[in-house]
Each structure stands twice: as C-alpha cells, then as structure tokens.
C-alpha cells in the first residue's frame, strides 16, 4: 500500500467521531492490504511503530521535526516557526508549506512500508550525531511526500496523530474484514486471541496470512504481557456464596501494585503493569529476586507488588509504592526508603505449559508448587471457606493484615484464567475505609523489636499501648516502625535500654513477645488509616465486640515525642472506642447530597 493511501485514510478519520463510521473506514483500508502492510497500518493507526509494552519512542521533539521539515522545504527554520506559532499545529504547516512548493512532489510515492521502516530506524538511532541522522531521515521522506501526507508524517512524528482510532474498534473492523460469514463469532475468538498477545500487529498478520484459523497460534510469550483477568465485585460475603456455590477460595486482596512477571529460562525478567506498560526498570529490587524465586523456569506469574515496613513485617499502605511509580532517577534510594515484597496469586506459564486453560484451583497448587517464598517473593494468603462465618473470619484476618479486602476465587471446573475479561469467576469484597483517621492517637511504648538491615544497631519497631484506667494498666493497639528517622531511633534506643525490664510488666496486658520490655514511660503521637477491630491486640478488648480488640492499621509515627505526657495520660481505651464509633458512623451515613 501506498502512503499517500494511508494518509487519506487518516484525513477521513479525523474528521469523524462515530465508532461504526471509524469502523467502516477502517475495514476499507485494512481489506486490500498485503500481510507484510498489516503491522506498519495497525500501529501507526495509533500513534505507535510498535505495542506500546513495547515502549518504542521516536525521540523526535518539536525542534527535531523542525529542523527536518527547513530541510526538506528549504525554507527558513524562523519563518516556519512563524507559522506553527499561528496555525498551532505544525503538521498543517507541513501540509501548507508543501502545497505552496507544488513542483516539488512528482517522485514515486513512498509505500506504507518504506516510511515504517525508516520511522523504526529513526527511533532506534541514538548515541552521538543521532540527532543529524534523525533530521536527515525525516527530511528525506519529507522532500517526497504530498502535503497531505506530510501532514499525517508530522502528526506521528510528534506523537499528535490523535485519530481516536481504539484498539476495540480495530478488533472490530479486522472482524469484519476477517470474520467470514459469521463476524460477531469471530469479533469473540479475535478479542480472546488479543487478550493473550495484545499485539494488534501480530493478530493481523495471522489473520492476513490464514484466517481465523490461523489465531489457534497465538501462545503466550516471554516479553509480550497478557492482559489481567478481572474481577466483579459483591457487597455481601453471603453474595459470594450465592455466585459461586457452597466452597469457595478467598485470598487477601493487597493492595498495592498488579505486577505480572515474566522470567525466561536465563533468569531474564520483565514486569508489566495491569495497563501493560513495562515496570521493569522502576522495580530493580524486584527483578533482581526473581529468577531465584522459582524452582524452575521460565515462568509467567502475577500478583500484587506492596510496600510492606521491613521492620515490623507488616503492610504499608498503597500510597507509598505510588512514589516509586514513573521513576526514572533516584531508584535506589527509593528502593531502600520504599521495600516491596510480592504476593503471587497466579501461574500463567511453567515451562512450555500454558496454564490459562486449567482451573483456578490447578493453578494455584502448580504456584505454590513452584515459588520459593523468601523476603521479597510470597504467595498470596489464601483460605478456602464453606460459611459466612469462616469467610467473616478470613476478611477480618486480611483487614488485620493490612489488606483492603479479600478476593475471592470459584473453584469450579471452568475456573480457567480469562485473560482481560471481568467475571464473576474472581470476585472483590473490600471494606470501604476512611483513609486518613482524623485524629492523632497517644501511644506508650510497652516493648520494642531490635532494627533490621541499616536499621539494625537500633531498636527499629515498638510495641505501642493505650492506657486503661478501668484495669490502671495498658492495652496493646499496634506495632510500629514507619515514621522514624535515625535521630529518633537512637535518641529512642538509648532512653528504652535505660527502661529496660526482664520480663512483661504487670501492668501491660498483650499477646506480643516483643525483644525488649520496657516500663511504659515513653509517649509517642501516632497517626493512622483507621481503627479496626482486632482478634490480637488487645485495646479496648471486649468493649466493641467479644473476644477482639482494637488495633490501629498503618500507623506511623508523627514525629512527636510527647514528653509532655506521662503514660497515665495517654489515650484512653475509651477514648479509642468513641474514635472508632465515630469513624463507623461516618462510614455509615448517607452522603450529602
Ligand atoms: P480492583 O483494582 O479494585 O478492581 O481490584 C482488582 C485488583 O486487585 C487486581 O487487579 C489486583 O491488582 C489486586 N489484587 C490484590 N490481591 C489480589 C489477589 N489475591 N488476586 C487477584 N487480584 C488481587
């Protein structure tokens, strides 16, 4: 196919918004075309040279393009300047500049190939002089392009093609194109093949070459993501049992980052996000602990990537892995400031193998049978459950654990993994919570946990209680370790070595067995996501519920010695009870309009 054909097809498709028109457009243009011109057209119908995971740039700015287009026009770069300025769309100017120079434009057209594999040279030039060689290859294709041709090259070139041509609405027309006589079939097979290779380039190729047919060759592979399987949700855990029968597995539901994992045979690895993009470089820790996390390779697996306090074990919450996110500097520092560990709750690969078609509960045994857990690499904690008091129980569990819910998983036979679809196979109950308690909480230390890593000359988490003047005692609301900087660690090391006592004082009521006990003495401000009902801490025990407590999730510390406090005068258990009752009636009442 010939550019100019693609470019007026781009003409016509910006001028229309209509999924069914773009449709229609789309089949015309992608029904002559030769298997070899399907990729170059699919991609660059979005704005790409190749599948976004892929993250191919052309590295070509505004100045770049410029300087390409004086080139090829021989006019000045100034005057051209001029008129983006005015026009505010430098692919117009092309489109204009070229119109004016009529003469020039009676070579050969360039094909649809040509200007592809000239764009994928351009992008992959760099190093020194790559700028001149950019400029060159662009004025090149310039100085034999149509004006309606230069514009639709400038638009790409600056990444504003900006047709609104979706990814769905190719499958559409490629079903139509392809899908014989029954296209509504074949839109299903296409999207399902699109789904596991989510290269647009690839699946048009097949269908160019074979048919349908040819789709039963898609596979899954090392480097290219599958899109997520997805879950619905349900208010109720009763509801859970409704759609998916008597038992029935529930995982914690982390929340952090999805990351599927693909490691090859030589222990490469890449990690994707739930959207596809390539994740690799910002997690290094991560990729670095995983070709040692399984028993045998290569392997594609998925889970939930979470900050967790290395300190006390536990979970952080979501926001601080949001500072690792699209970074590109600085990643070793974040990488010590901010520890993931990754909870796996898939197997998509093993070997050869596919897992896709087996059942949820095959997978999940040929997982646990392959990772070796370790600091940064677990498996997901799961439970299977056949009542609503034991999956109460499970919720509770993972609320404790710093989770926001739980997923459940059906055990049916069907159960296989439906990449990018949501059901009802998997399906999210959470709490909704207020993030941020409104008010800061008193705390006495009661007992503290020797530090890890660089933290370990000092104690690096403490046994935190409120007061109980009921009991005249103290009652245990959390553990904590995020918050302190090393001033506060030694100054705290040294004052709790001095308070140091051999055994659990009386007065300290807990089920913790903490490295050192001290005399309640030290009174730090806490601040947390909210108060929980808690089976294991033992604030304001019975007062809510029988047989539980309160606990604090995600405390941190303000960074706030209260020495103007005595532990008597703390925050009182009953104080904690009307914060919670408080935080329970927010979370209760209607909203306001
Ligand atoms: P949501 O983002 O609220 O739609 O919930 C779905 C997301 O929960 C998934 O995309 C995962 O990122 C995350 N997740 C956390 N734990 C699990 C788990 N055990 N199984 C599946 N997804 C999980």
């Known amino acids: 196919m010939k550019y100019l054909e693609f470019a007026e097809s781009c003409e016509r498709i910006s001028a229309i918004s209509k999924r069914l028109e773009i449709r229609s457009l789309l089949s015309d243009l992608i029904r002559p075309l030769v298997p070899e011109d399907v990729p170059p057209v699919l991609y660059m119908l979005q704005g ?76 992959r030039t760099g190093g020194e002089g790559s700028q001149e060689s950019k400029v060159g290859g662009i004025a090149r294709m310039l100085s034999r392009t149509s004006p309606v041709e230069a514009k639709h090259l400038v638009r790409f070139l600056l990444g504003k093609l900006r047709l609104g041509v979706k990814e769905m609405t190719i499958l559409d027309a490629l079903a139509e194109v392809y899908g014989g006589s029954d296209p509504k079939k074949a839109r299903v097979e296409i999207e399902e093949a699109f789904n596991v290779s989510p290269d647009l380039g690839e699946i048009g190729t097949l269908l160019a070459q074979g048919g349908l047919n040819a789709l039963s060759a898609v596979s899954l592979r090392w480097g290219r993501p599958v899109r997520p399987m997805l879950a619905e949700r349900e208010r109720s855990l009763a509801g859970l049992f409704e759609r998916m029968g008597k038992s029935l597995a529930l995982e914690y539901k982390y929340d952090g980052l999805r990351v599927q994992a693909h490691v090859d045979a030589s222990g490469n690895v890449r990690l994707f996000s739930r ?111 056949s009542t609503v008091p034991d999956a109460e129980a499970f919720f509770q569990r993972a609320l404790l654990d710093g989770c926001e819910g739980v997923m459940a998983k059906s055990l049916a036979p069907e159960s296989r993994y439906k990449a990018g679809a949501r059901g009802f196979l998997w399906i999210k109950y959470k709490r909704e919570y207020t993030t941020e308690l409104g008010d800061t909480i008193d705390a006495v230390i009661v007992g503290a946990y020797r530090g890890r890593g660089k933290r370990a000359q000092w104690y690096g988490a403490f046994l935190m209680a409120l007061f109980d003047p009921d009991r005249g005692g103290f009652a245990t609301l959390c553990k904590v370790g995020t918050g302190f900087d090393e001033a506060s660690l030694a100054r705290l090391t040294e004052r709790l070595d001095r308070s140091a006592v051999p055994a659990k004082p009386s007065t300290v009521d807990t089920g913790f067995t903490p490295d050192l006990w001290v005399d309640p003495q030290i009174v730090l401000e806490l601040r947390g996501a909210e108060l929980s009902l808690s089976p294991v801490h033992s604030a304001a025990s019975g007062l809510i519920r029988e047989g539980y407590g309160l606990a604090l999730r995600f405390p941190r510390f303000t960074g706030k010695f209260r020495e103007d406090k005595g532990p008597e005068d703390a925050t009182t258990v009953r104080e904690a009870v009307e914060m919670y009752q408080g935080q329970v009636r927010k979370v209760e009442s209607p909203a306001k309009p």
Do not use: H, W
């Not at 892929?54 to 004086?70: P, R, S």
């Not at 993009?277 to 290094?284: C, G, K, T, Y």
């Not at 979470?306 to 990488?335: A, H, N, W």
């Not at 998509?348 to 392959?370: C, I, N, Q």
């Open 275 to 385: 959207r596809l993009e390539d994740l690799s470089a910002q997690f290094p820790d991560v990729v670095a602990s995983l070709p040692g996390a399984f028993e045998n390779l290569p392997v594609i697996a998925e889970g939930e990537c979470v900050p967790v306090d290395v300190e006390t074990g536990e979970l952080r919450p979501f926001q601080d892995i949001s500072r690792r996110r699209g970074r590109k500097y600085d990643l070793e520092r974040m990488t010590e400031e901010v520890p993931v560990r990754l909870f796996l709750f898939d197997l998509l690969l093993r070997g050869k193998d596919s897992l896709l078609g087996m059942p949820y509960p095959d997978r999940r045994k040929a997982l646990e049978a392959v990772v070796r857990r370790g600091d940064r690499v677990e498996l997901a904690t799961r439970a299977i459950v």
């Open 48 to 123: 790409l040279l190749r599948p976004e995971y892929e993250g191919v740039e052309l590295g070509a700015g505004d100045a770049l393009v410029l300087k390409a287009l004086a080139v090829a026009t021989g006019l000045g770069e100034d005057s051209l300047k001029d008129r983006v300025r005015a026009r505010g769309d430098m692919g117009e100017v092309a489109s204009e500049v070229l119109s004016e120079q009529r003469v020039r434009y009676q070579s050969e057209g360039l094909a649809v190939t040509e200007v592809y594999a000239a764009l994928l040279d351009i992008a």
